[in-house]
């Protein structure tokens, strides 16, 4: 089921190598590696390869990282990696109306922000 998930993802076509991504932003590669070194994006791994996704990215200001997005990946990284962080923006919210975190980042980040909240807090019993 995992390895399924995982071709999804992958067969998405929401997430590029690293070389690919810069030359798409019209970056350097480094400016990727900063950006995840200090939290502002994500990529997971594949093939000993990391691929960054594409819908984190605003088209306009200098592609960079959408606003909030550093927030949401604080909350997210408490309780998963770059595999389930990409699960989690795939998977349809029931906190955003059933759309998928990924789809509402760039027009409603403070809900996708509270969905993050929501998913790593869980259900809890009174």
Partial sequence: MLEAA????LDSGDFLPLDQMAQRLGLSPMNLSKWEAEG????IQHGGCPLFPKYVFL???GHRPVAGLEVILDVLRTEKGGWG???W???PSSYLGGSRPQN??????DNVLLAAQDEVVG???G
């Fill in 6 to 9: 995982k071709k999804g993802i």
């Fill in 104 to 109: 509402v980042l760039h027009s409603d980040a």
């Fill in 89 to 91: 923006f795939a998977s």
């Fill in 123 to 125: 259900i809890t019993h």
């Fill in 59 to 61: 088209a306009d200001s």
């Fill in 40 to 43: 502002k994006i994500f990529s």
């Fill in 85 to 87: 962080i990409a699960f």
